[in-house]
């Protein structure tokens, strides 16, 4: 099995920043896309950033320009750097990893379990 555990989250000021991490571990041969997603109260889970095994990335018209993933594959984590924080970005984010794990296997998703960013006065 794979475990995605992020981190990094916390409360921050409208402006400030934040950055967040997430480590995969457990049986990894290798990791296809990875990902941050973001889901507020009352709302559905949404995509916030995306980065290919390649290093291409895909971002949310909400946080380009603000927000900024990355990847260490020699630490299999994934990062999200959140810049110009906005109380809109309020809500739990969540790390995403596209993971297979032996030759042969199939591909598959796996989720980490959230960390909460809120931006307040």
Do not use: H
């Amino acid at each position: 099995q794979v475990q995605l555990v992020e981190s990094g989250g916390g409360v921050v000021q409208p402006g400030g920043s934040l950055k967040l991490s997430c480590a995969a571990s457990g049986r990894i041969l290798l990791i296809y896309d990875m990902g941050w997603y973001r889901q507020a109260p009352g709302n559905q889970r949404e995509l916030v950033a995306q980065i290919s095994i390649t290093g291409n990335t895909n971002y949310a018209d909400s946080v380009k320009g603000r927000f900024t993933i990355s990847r260490d594959d020699a630490k299999n984590t994934v990062y999200l750097e959140m810049n110009s924080l906005k109380p809109e970005d309020t809500a739990v984010y969540y790390c995403s990893a596209n993971v297979k794990m032996q030759v042969g296997s199939q591909r598959y998703d796996y989720w980490g379990q959230g960390t909460e960013v809120t931006v307040s006065q």
